[in-house]
């Protein structure tokens, strides 16, 4: 069997007068993420982990912020994209960690509607997702509630 593990980051703008989506959900805020897609940032982190896993580049080449198919596009379908694209190497979704860095709002109430999204869209068991999160103790942009991040590992099998 042939395992491999990639790393996934990524980071958006908080701004008024968007939906905040995380998880394939979406959460009630003053402020959402800014972005060309719905600017998930535990999506995005995760897509990258797992075509870095697959030795696949990232999601910015995949599909790029310039392209108007992905204008305002809904992170689950990159998601479905990303795993229906590394399935065409023979790789299938082994797990998921991934931790949220946010002030506000509190992502621990969401995490198990985000588990059943995200298992869902990916076709797998929730138990095969962890989703944790943080804050960074009012420290950076994230403590200064300028933005949200995220980083997310995968493991994928053939």
Partial sequence: MDIR????????RLVEGRELWLGGIK??????????SDADVLIHAICDALL??????????????????????????LLRKTVELIATKGYRVGNIDATVCAERPKIN?????????????????EDNISIKATTTERLGFTGREEGISAYAVALVAR
């Fill in 27 to 36: 959460i009630g805020h003053t402020m959402g993420l800014l972005g060309h």
């Fill in 5 to 12: 593990v990639g790393l996934g980051y990524d980071v958006h």
């Fill in 109 to 125: 109430p969401h995490v198990p509607a985000m588990k059943a999204c995200l298992a869902e869209v990916i076709g797998t068991d």
């Fill in 52 to 77: 870095g896993a697959a030795n696949m580049r990232d999601i910015g080449y995949h599909f790029p912020d310039t392209s108007a198919d992905t204008l305002n596009v809904d992170s689950k379908i």
